[in-house]
Protein backbone atom coordinates (compact mmCIF):
# COMPACT_ATOMS: atom_id res chain seq x y z
CA UNK A 1 0.00 0.00 0.00
CA UNK A 2 1.37 2.82 -1.01
CA UNK A 3 1.67 4.94 2.57
CA UNK A 4 0.85 8.41 0.95
CA UNK A 5 -2.39 7.62 -1.57
CA UNK A 6 -4.38 4.56 -2.57
CA UNK A 7 -5.00 4.71 -5.91
CA UNK A 8 -2.86 7.71 -6.80
CA UNK A 9 -6.11 9.30 -4.90
CA UNK A 10 -7.28 8.69 -1.52
CA UNK A 11 -5.23 10.36 0.99
CA UNK A 12 -6.10 7.42 4.24
CA UNK A 13 -6.24 9.98 7.63
CA UNK A 14 -7.25 7.22 10.12
CA UNK A 15 -8.36 3.67 10.42
CA UNK A 16 -11.94 2.83 11.18
CA UNK A 17 -11.46 -1.14 11.71
CA UNK A 18 -9.67 -4.40 11.26
CA UNK A 19 -11.21 -7.32 10.66
CA UNK A 20 -10.67 -11.13 8.79
CA UNK A 21 -11.36 -9.84 5.67
CA UNK A 22 -9.14 -6.46 5.64
CA UNK A 23 -9.52 -3.14 7.15
CA UNK A 24 -11.43 0.01 7.09
CA UNK A 25 -10.15 3.58 6.52
CA UNK A 26 -11.29 7.31 6.72
CA UNK A 27 -9.36 9.27 3.74
CA UNK A 28 -9.96 12.52 2.01
CA UNK A 29 -10.11 12.43 -1.91
CA UNK A 30 -7.28 14.67 -2.99
CA UNK A 31 -8.99 14.84 -6.75
CA UNK A 32 -12.39 16.07 -5.56
CA UNK A 33 -12.29 20.56 -5.02
CA UNK A 34 -14.22 19.58 -1.58
CA UNK A 35 -11.53 16.77 -0.73
CA UNK A 36 -14.50 15.39 0.40
CA UNK A 37 -14.08 12.77 3.46
CA UNK A 38 -14.74 8.93 1.91
CA UNK A 39 -14.62 5.74 3.91
CA UNK A 40 -12.30 2.94 2.12
CA UNK A 41 -12.69 -0.57 2.48
CA UNK A 42 -9.95 -2.52 1.79
CA UNK A 43 -10.54 -6.56 0.83
CA UNK A 44 -8.60 -9.30 1.37
CA UNK A 45 -8.82 -12.49 -0.49
CA UNK A 46 -8.37 -15.72 0.41
CA UNK A 47 -4.48 -16.25 1.23
CA UNK A 48 -5.28 -20.01 -1.39
CA UNK A 49 -6.02 -18.02 -3.42
CA UNK A 50 -4.46 -19.18 -7.22
CA UNK A 51 -4.49 -16.93 -10.25
CA UNK A 52 -7.74 -18.18 -12.04
CA UNK A 53 -9.29 -18.08 -8.66
CA UNK A 54 -8.05 -14.37 -8.47
CA UNK A 55 -9.69 -13.70 -11.73
CA UNK A 56 -13.04 -14.61 -10.55
CA UNK A 57 -12.57 -12.80 -7.46
CA UNK A 58 -12.20 -9.91 -9.96
CA UNK A 59 -14.91 -10.48 -11.80
CA UNK A 60 -17.54 -11.06 -8.71
CA UNK A 61 -15.95 -8.26 -6.81
CA UNK A 62 -16.87 -6.27 -9.59
CA UNK A 63 -20.51 -7.09 -10.33
CA UNK A 64 -20.75 -6.64 -6.56
CA UNK A 65 -19.53 -3.02 -6.91
CA UNK A 66 -21.81 -2.66 -9.38
CA UNK A 67 -24.66 -4.12 -6.70
CA UNK A 68 -23.85 -1.76 -4.30
CA UNK A 69 -23.84 1.42 -6.48
CA UNK A 70 -27.18 0.73 -7.65
CA UNK A 71 -27.80 -0.06 -3.77
CA UNK A 72 -26.77 3.47 -2.71
CA UNK A 73 -28.18 5.06 -5.74
CA UNK A 74 -31.23 3.63 -4.96
CA UNK A 75 -31.79 4.31 -1.46
CA UNK A 76 -31.30 7.27 0.44
CA UNK A 77 -30.35 5.28 4.05
CA UNK A 78 -27.36 3.08 2.23
CA UNK A 79 -24.01 4.80 1.38
CA UNK A 80 -23.34 5.95 -2.16
CA UNK A 81 -20.16 4.07 -3.89
CA UNK A 82 -18.30 6.55 -5.36
CA UNK A 83 -15.36 3.62 -7.00
CA UNK A 84 -13.88 0.76 -6.46
CA UNK A 85 -10.02 -0.61 -7.55
CA UNK A 86 -7.80 -3.21 -6.75
CA UNK A 87 -4.30 -2.36 -6.28
CA UNK A 88 -1.73 -4.78 -4.91
CA UNK A 89 -3.73 -7.85 -5.14
CA UNK A 90 -6.28 -6.45 -2.84
CA UNK A 91 -9.43 -4.65 -3.46
CA UNK A 92 -10.83 -1.63 -2.49
CA UNK A 93 -14.20 0.20 -1.95
CA UNK A 94 -14.68 3.91 -1.58
CA UNK A 95 -18.20 4.89 0.01
CA UNK A 96 -19.96 7.59 1.18
CA UNK A 97 -18.93 8.59 4.51
CA UNK A 98 -21.84 8.80 6.69
CA UNK A 99 -21.26 10.64 10.35
CA UNK A 100 -23.37 9.68 12.81
CA UNK A 101 -22.40 7.01 15.87
CA UNK A 102 -23.47 3.22 15.41
CA UNK A 103 -26.26 1.95 17.03
CA UNK A 104 -23.60 -0.10 18.98
CA UNK A 105 -22.10 2.71 19.93
CA UNK A 106 -25.35 4.99 20.78
CA UNK A 107 -26.45 2.20 23.36
CA UNK A 108 -23.03 1.66 24.84
CA UNK A 109 -22.16 5.45 25.69
CA UNK A 110 -26.55 5.95 26.02
CA UNK A 111 -27.83 3.12 27.34
CA UNK A 112 -31.01 1.21 25.88
CA UNK A 113 -33.48 3.00 24.16
CA UNK A 114 -37.05 3.14 25.20
CA UNK A 115 -39.80 0.84 23.06
CA UNK A 116 -41.02 4.02 21.39
CA UNK A 117 -37.65 4.79 19.95
CA UNK A 118 -36.78 1.36 18.88
CA UNK A 119 -40.73 1.08 17.26
CA UNK A 120 -39.56 4.22 15.35
CA UNK A 121 -35.82 2.74 14.53
CA UNK A 122 -38.02 -0.36 13.23
CA UNK A 123 -40.23 1.88 11.46
CA UNK A 124 -37.65 3.62 9.73
CA UNK A 125 -35.34 0.80 8.80
CA UNK A 126 -37.78 -1.80 6.93
CA UNK A 127 -38.51 -0.09 4.01
CA UNK A 128 -34.41 0.32 3.75
CA UNK A 129 -34.77 -3.82 4.26
CA UNK A 130 -37.97 -3.95 1.45
CA UNK A 131 -35.52 -1.88 -1.00
CA UNK A 132 -32.71 -4.53 -0.69
CA UNK A 133 -35.02 -7.59 -0.32
CA UNK A 134 -36.51 -6.40 -3.82
CA UNK A 135 -33.30 -6.27 -5.43
CA UNK A 136 -33.22 -10.48 -4.61
CA UNK A 137 -30.44 -9.32 -2.32
CA UNK A 138 -29.92 -10.63 1.23
CA UNK A 139 -28.14 -8.49 3.99
CA UNK A 140 -26.76 -11.11 5.85
CA UNK A 141 -24.82 -8.70 8.51
CA UNK A 142 -27.68 -7.05 10.23
CA UNK A 143 -26.30 -5.70 13.35
CA UNK A 144 -26.06 -2.74 15.77
CA UNK A 145 -22.45 -1.81 14.73
CA UNK A 146 -23.72 -1.67 10.98
CA UNK A 147 -26.33 0.47 11.43
CA UNK A 148 -25.54 4.37 11.54
CA UNK A 149 -27.67 6.98 12.86
CA UNK A 150 -26.64 9.40 10.52
CA UNK A 151 -26.13 12.82 12.39
CA UNK A 152 -27.82 15.25 10.08
CA UNK A 153 -31.58 13.70 10.34
CA UNK A 154 -31.21 10.72 13.14
CA UNK A 155 -32.13 8.62 10.03
CA UNK A 156 -30.42 4.77 10.23
CA UNK A 157 -28.34 3.78 7.56
CA UNK A 158 -27.04 -0.12 6.87
CA UNK A 159 -23.59 -0.62 5.76
CA UNK A 160 -21.76 -3.51 5.03
CA UNK A 161 -23.52 -5.89 2.81
CA UNK A 162 -22.28 -9.50 3.19
CA UNK A 163 -21.99 -10.40 -0.22
CA UNK A 164 -18.56 -8.79 -0.86
CA UNK A 165 -16.69 -10.38 1.67
CA UNK A 166 -18.01 -13.88 0.86
CA UNK A 167 -16.60 -13.12 -2.61
CA UNK A 168 -13.25 -12.50 -0.48
CA UNK A 169 -13.93 -16.03 0.96
CA UNK A 170 -13.67 -17.56 -2.63
CA UNK A 171 -10.96 -20.56 -2.58
CA UNK A 172 -10.46 -24.08 -5.33
CA UNK A 173 -10.74 -27.17 -3.59
CA UNK A 174 -8.16 -29.79 -4.75
CA UNK A 175 -10.55 -31.24 -7.36
CA UNK A 176 -10.79 -27.87 -9.23
CA UNK A 177 -13.80 -26.85 -7.76
CA UNK A 178 -14.81 -23.31 -6.30
CA UNK A 179 -15.71 -23.00 -2.84
CA UNK A 180 -16.41 -19.76 -0.60
CA UNK A 181 -14.44 -21.03 2.78
CA UNK A 182 -16.45 -18.77 4.93
CA UNK A 183 -20.04 -18.30 6.22
CA UNK A 184 -20.64 -14.35 6.51
CA UNK A 185 -22.42 -12.71 9.39
CA UNK A 186 -21.83 -12.26 13.16
CA UNK A 187 -22.55 -14.94 15.75
CA UNK A 188 -25.19 -13.68 18.11
CA UNK A 189 -26.96 -11.86 15.47
CA UNK A 190 -27.08 -14.65 13.09
CA UNK A 191 -29.76 -17.25 13.03
CA UNK A 192 -29.19 -21.34 12.41
CA UNK A 193 -29.85 -21.32 8.36
CA UNK A 194 -27.65 -18.63 7.86
CA UNK A 195 -25.13 -20.14 9.74
CA UNK A 196 -25.58 -23.73 7.82
CA UNK A 197 -25.30 -21.56 4.74
CA UNK A 198 -28.56 -21.04 3.38
CA UNK A 199 -29.45 -16.97 4.47
CA UNK A 200 -33.22 -16.29 3.40
CA UNK A 201 -34.88 -13.23 3.82
CA UNK A 202 -36.40 -13.92 6.95
CA UNK A 203 -32.79 -14.67 8.21
CA UNK A 204 -32.34 -10.41 7.67
CA UNK A 205 -35.55 -10.06 9.91
CA UNK A 206 -33.91 -12.51 12.20
CA UNK A 207 -30.93 -10.34 12.42
CA UNK A 208 -33.18 -7.11 12.66
CA UNK A 209 -35.28 -8.32 15.81
CA UNK A 210 -32.35 -9.36 17.59
CA UNK A 211 -30.82 -5.65 16.72
CA UNK A 212 -34.07 -4.44 18.40
CA UNK A 213 -33.72 -6.63 21.30
CA UNK A 214 -29.96 -5.31 22.05
CA UNK A 215 -31.19 -2.01 21.72
CA UNK A 216 -34.25 -2.15 24.84
CA UNK A 217 -31.89 -4.02 26.58
CA UNK A 218 -27.98 -3.42 26.50
CA UNK A 219 -27.90 -6.81 26.26
CA UNK A 220 -25.66 -9.21 23.38
CA UNK A 221 -27.82 -12.20 22.51
CA UNK A 222 -25.52 -14.44 24.24
CA UNK A 223 -26.25 -12.69 27.33
CA UNK A 224 -30.04 -13.32 27.02
CA UNK A 225 -31.25 -16.60 28.56
CA UNK A 226 -33.10 -19.37 26.16
CA UNK A 227 -36.08 -21.51 27.29
CA UNK A 228 -34.58 -24.86 27.18
CA UNK A 229 -37.78 -26.65 25.56
CA UNK A 230 -38.67 -24.10 22.82
CA UNK A 231 -35.13 -22.41 22.41
CA UNK A 232 -37.17 -18.82 22.28
CA UNK A 233 -35.00 -15.80 23.59
CA UNK A 234 -36.52 -14.89 27.30
CA UNK A 235 -35.49 -11.32 26.56
CA UNK A 236 -38.38 -9.05 28.45
CA UNK A 237 -37.15 -9.41 31.59
CA UNK A 238 -34.28 -7.53 31.09
CA UNK A 239 -36.61 -5.13 29.56
CA UNK A 240 -39.46 -4.04 31.62
CA UNK A 241 -42.45 -1.84 30.65
CA UNK A 242 -41.88 -2.38 26.84
CA UNK A 243 -45.14 -2.65 24.87
CA UNK A 244 -46.79 -5.83 24.49
CA UNK A 245 -47.63 -5.14 20.75
CA UNK A 246 -43.40 -4.73 20.12
CA UNK A 247 -42.59 -7.66 22.19
CA UNK A 248 -45.15 -9.62 20.40
CA UNK A 249 -43.74 -8.24 16.69
CA UNK A 250 -39.99 -8.72 17.86
CA UNK A 251 -41.13 -12.51 19.20
CA UNK A 252 -42.04 -13.63 15.79
CA UNK A 253 -39.22 -12.48 14.42
CA UNK A 254 -36.46 -13.96 16.55
CA UNK A 255 -38.22 -17.24 16.14
CA UNK A 256 -35.69 -20.01 16.24
CA UNK A 257 -37.44 -22.15 13.11
CA UNK A 258 -37.71 -19.58 10.01
CA UNK A 259 -41.57 -21.36 8.91
CA UNK A 260 -42.47 -19.24 12.68
CA UNK A 261 -41.36 -15.53 11.90
CA UNK A 262 -42.51 -13.32 9.00
CA UNK A 263 -41.42 -14.55 5.59
CA UNK A 264 -41.29 -10.77 4.35
CA UNK A 265 -40.41 -7.00 5.21
CA UNK A 266 -44.42 -6.10 4.64
CA UNK A 267 -45.41 -9.33 7.16
CA UNK A 268 -43.15 -7.35 9.96
CA UNK A 269 -44.00 -3.93 8.83
CA UNK A 270 -47.76 -4.67 9.25
CA UNK A 271 -47.30 -6.35 12.70
CA UNK A 272 -45.51 -3.09 13.77
CA UNK A 273 -48.12 -1.03 12.77
CA UNK A 274 -50.69 -2.78 14.14
CA UNK A 275 -52.60 -4.23 11.00
CA UNK A 276 -53.45 -7.76 10.97
CA UNK A 277 -50.86 -10.04 8.90
CA UNK A 278 -52.10 -11.84 6.13
CA UNK A 279 -50.52 -15.14 5.71
CA UNK A 280 -48.54 -15.92 2.59
Not at 90 to 100: R, S, T
Not at 126 to 135: A, G, T
Not at 165 to 176: D, I
Request: glycine share 8%.
Amino acid sequence: MNPTLLNSRYRVIRTLGRGGFGETFLAQDTHMPSGRYCVIKQLKPSESSDSQVMQLIRERFAREAAILEELGEGHSQIPNLFAYFSEGGQFYLVQEWIEGLTLGNRIATQGPMSDREVAALLDRLLPVLEYVHSKRIVHRDIKPDNIILRQSDGFPVLIDFGAVRETMATAMTTGGNVTKSIVIGTPGFMSSEQAAGRPTYSSDLYSLGLTAIYALTGKMPQEIPTDPQTGALLWQPQALGVDPRLSVVLDKAVEPHPRDRYTSVAQMQAALRGQAVSPY
